[in-house]
């Protein structure tokens, strides 16, 4: 069964200061990773997705990394808007079950000024 | 690009009674459509997949009687939740793929039942 991990669950954060969250999984037939944002009350907000181990992608203060076992969302000089619940999703194909995404629980991020 | 929008945003409904969500692909066409739910604090819990024109798949635990989910065309899908009761509030999400496998989501629609 696919199952994806992401820690810390709550992450606070002065302004500025520099963070990264885990997303650590195991699944069968990876077709890749998924990183989303979600404010409160909305759905999630697609940010990148990573398809092979060592590729990294770039957006703002946000960087992803993969590895074979976990990906990285690193937060740089971070800014209060940058505050949400960072989910983490992969995604695999089986006959069995087609094409899923399976989340991790999130990481809930609080920048404060 | 990559619009998906659902309507209502939020709903009451009295137990008992049926409740109708539509969830559509505003600027591309949705091969595929899933639904989810989420409780407070809580990360999203996949309900079901469908493909436009066939019968939905629903994930272990969800009672298909009870969410109807028709995908009649490539840019709607619908859930419809049958006799509701008050632990059938949530937050409900759907999300589709165009071409490629990302999956983008509509804004959420939350259900109160009382």
């Known amino acids: 069964e696919d199952q994806v991990t992401q820690s810390p669950e709550a992450l606070r954060l002065q302004e500025g200061e520099s963070s990264s969250l885990n997303c650590s999984y195991t699944?069968?037939?990876?077709?890749?990773l998924f990183w989303y944002r979600q404010d409160p009350g909305k759905g999630p907000e697609f940010l990148f997705t990573?398809?092979?181990a060592g590729e990294e992608k770039e957006k703002e203060r946000l960087k992803a990394t993969l590895t074979k076992k976990e990906s990285f969302l690193h937060i740089t000089a971070p800014k209060p808007e940058d505050s949400a619940t960072y989910l983490c999703a992969v995604h695999s194909y089986s006959k069995a079950a087609g094409n899923k995404l399976t989340f991790g629980g999130g990481t809930r991020v609080l920048v404060k000024p | 690009g990559a619009v998906v929008s659902q309507h209502p945003s939020w709903v009451i409904c009295k137990s008992g009674t049926s409740v109708k969500i539509e969830c559509r692909s505003l600027?591309?066409?949705?091969?595929?459509m899933f639904w989810y739910r989420q409780f407070p604090k809580q990360s999203l819990m996949l309900m079901a997949t469908?493909?436009?024109?066939?019968?939905?798949?629903?994930e272990q635990g969800v009672e298909k009687d009870k969410f109807l989910i028709n995908h009649a065309s490539l840019t709607l899908s619908t859930l419809t939740v049958t006799s509701a009761h008050p632990e059938d509030s949530s937050f409900y999400i759907c999300s589709a793929t165009g071409s490629g496998y990302e999956q983008y989501f509509g804004p959420g629609t939350r259900l109160t039942v009382t």
């Open positions: 990573l398809y092979s």
């Open positions: 699944v069968s037939g990876l077709r890749g």
């Open positions: 469908s493909n436009e024109g066939s019968k939905a798949t629903y």
């Open positions: 600027d591309f066409q949705a091969t595929t």
